[in-house]
């Protein structure tokens, strides 16, 4: 099976992307993925295991939740990465990224057996469109970097998403304190 680990937007943060992401479909026709998946921010990107694996990794997100409290952070202003993503940015939250590091960290040395990418927490986002050629990105860029979007929130739960068909699905939740 297909697994991620992610942070699932609520309240005003998820208001916030679902608003930007409808703009943004209206305005320049950005379809949604076709593996779709909830607003979130990714900790960890796909992989696949099975069901022994996936009870080690969520066992190794509990132990890390248990350790941790939830960084308060902002979501506000865009970034992007090349011309295939644009995204909102998590806007001056050392607390953030530091906690999505130490989490990334963490599976990594107890969870030996998970792919690495040396991405990985580097810049902790919520992408907005993906798989953009470079034609519509420019034009999106322009065009979102003016919006007004931001939010409040807690990167208060580890979610465990896993593939079914094209659609993500949660698969666990942990809450951290």
Known sequence: MRYFIAHLLSGDAKRCHERVVRELRR???????KRHSPPHLT???????????????ERALRAFARAHTAPR?????????????????????????????????????????????????????????RHLDRATSVRVWRAIKHLNA???????????????????VTRTIIHVP
């Open 150 to 168: 931001t939010a409040d929130m807690y990167l208060d739960t580890l979610v465990v998403l896993k593939r079914t068909g094209d659609q993500w």
């Open 27 to 33: 305005t320049h026709k950005i379809p949604l993925p």
């Open 73 to 129: 952070c902002t979501l506000k202003g865009f970034g992007r990465f090349g011309f295939k993503t644009v995204y909102l940015d998590l806007y001056r939250s050392p607390e953030a990224v530091a906690f999505v590091r130490a989490c990334v960290a963490h599976l990594n040395r107890e969870v030996r057996w998970l792919p690495r990418n040396h991405l990985e927490g580097n810049t902790p986002h919520v992408s907005v469109a």
């Open 43 to 57: 900790i960890k990107p796909p992989f696949e295991c099975g069901l022994m694996g996936i009870v080690e990794v």
